[in-house]
């Protein structure tokens, strides 16, 4: 089993910061690509940021330059640091991480996801 655990939501006020982790633990052969998403209520889900294995990265055109994207892959861990935050930043931000396992002597690859953290911008 895999598991995506999320940390480091919360409540900031505009243009303050805070930093996301996400740590993939268990049967983990090699994570390819790691990413954030998020999803504000009443929208769909929507892509943040990605960061490949290489340390090759994507944003969202509405975060470049404030927010970035990081991993520590001796951890298995994403960070998402998100500077000049605005009130429409608020969201559920979701961890999504590509990654390859065995299953049966074979290596095959998934996706998951993080439980989901609560990051609310007041203005």
């Known amino acids: 089993q895999v598991q995506l655990v999320e940390s480091g939501g919360g409540l900031v006020q505009a243009g303050g910061s805070l930093r996301l982790s996400c740590a993939a633990s268990g049967s983990i052969f090699s994570i390819n690509a790691m990413g954030w998403y998020r999803q504000a209520p009443g929208k769909q889900r929507e892509l943040v940021a990605t960061?490949?294995?290489?340390?090759?990265?994507n944003y969202a055109d509405s975060v470049k330059g404030r927010f970035t994207i990081s991993r520590d892959n001796a951890k298995n861990t994403v960070y998402l640091q998100m500077n000049s935050l605005k009130p429409e930043d608020t969201a559920v931000y979701y961890c999504?991480?590509?990654?390859?396992?065995?299953?049966?002597?074979?290596?095959?690859?998934?996706?998951?996801w993080g439980q989901g953290t609560q990051v609310t911008v007041s203005s």
């Open positions: 999504n991480t590509n990654l390859l396992k065995w299953e049966l002597a074979v290596l095959k690859q998934y996706d998951y």
């Open positions: 960061i490949a294995s290489t340390g090759s990265t």
